[in-house]
């Protein structure tokens, strides 16, 4: 019966792979932090989103949301606390995927939009950070 060897959090990702994390996280955070932009300045598009979400669109609550997103965005982005970032960036996008899911988006396009950019939040990471590698190591089968 074949087992199951962990991968070393060194030999999981080189240097390409640390590469590709940063590329994926710098990607990510310039797109969160538009959006962040956007409800900090109170877009129009965006209080037009909002209502059709159901959410206030009331300037504060926009603003909150958009500070809220630029914190961990900001959190994420730094070496130091990019757990925490990730952490508190994985609520936020829960919460979008509940709005979505509340008023009955497409579920693939819209619904599931959040779990995407968590998904690929946490690969970025992942790729970049070996703390985290060696914390969530990946198997793989042996063969034989």
């Known amino acids: 019966m074949p087992s199951a060897t962990t991968l ?16 994926i996280s710098t ?22 989103a909002s209502l059709a979400l159901g959410w206030p669109v009331d300037p504060l609550t926009v603003r909150s949301l958009g ?22 960036l994985t609520g936020y996008l829960g919460g979008a995927i509940a709005t979505h899911a509340r008023i009955g988006d497409p579920l693939l396009s819209h619904t599931l939009f959040g779990v995407y950019v968590g998904v690929a939040l946490w690969a970025g990471l992942w790729l970049r950070d070996p703390r985290l ?12």
Request: charge should be positive.
């Open 8 to 23: 070393p959090a060194t030999a999981a990702s080189g240097r390409g792979g640390v590469w590709a994390g940063r590329i």
């Open 27 to 48: 990607i990510l955070v310039v797109l969160l932090l538009l959006d962040a932009t956007m409800k900090l300045i109170v877009l129009q598009p965006v209080i037009d």
């Open 67 to 88: 500070g809220i997103l630029a914190m961990a965005t900001f959190l994420y982005a730094a070496p130091q606390t990019s757990v925490l970032g990730a952490i508190v």
């Open 133 to 144: 590698r060696a914390l969530i190591p990946f198997k793989m089968p042996m063969k034989g």
